[in-house]
């Protein structure tokens, strides 16, 4: 499974950014894919996730301003981020779970940079 991460930059805050994961050799709706963050000096931390089934769920300090979704015609699951904030950057990783096994496998980083 290669997954390929896109659409970080530098952003001001209260900016938007759009992060994609494009993925190969898998058919992203049949997964559970998530992204998840990692800023210096601290470990990778949840962000969002959507099932195979559509359902969605996201840390309490992204809900109401980052949106997951799928695009199946592209193959993509992307990260809308809206009214960013400094502590949002990060690098942010997305990742595919098998279904069944539970297996995660993760694509590299995307780095987002927040300023104030």
């Known amino acids: 499974v290669q997954l390929q991460a896109s659409g970080g930059g530098s952003v001001q805050a209260g900016g938007s950014l759009r992060l994609s994961c494009a993925a190969s050799t898998i058919i992203v709706s049949e997964y559970s894919m998530g992204w998840y963050r990692q800023a210096p000096g601290n470990g990778r931390e949840f962000v969002a996730r959507i099932g195979a089934g559509g359902a969605t769920n996201y840390a309490d300090s992204v809900k109401g301003r980052f949106t997951i979704s799928r695009d199946p015609a592209k193959n993509t699951v992307d990260l809308q981020l809206n009214n960013v904030k400094p502590a949002d950057t990060a690098d942010y990783y997305c990742?595919?779970?098998?279904?069944?096994?539970?297996?995660?496998?993760w694509g590299q980083g995307t780095q987002v940079t927040v300023s104030s």
């Open positions: 990742t595919a779970r098998r279904p069944f096994t539970g297996q995660d496998f």
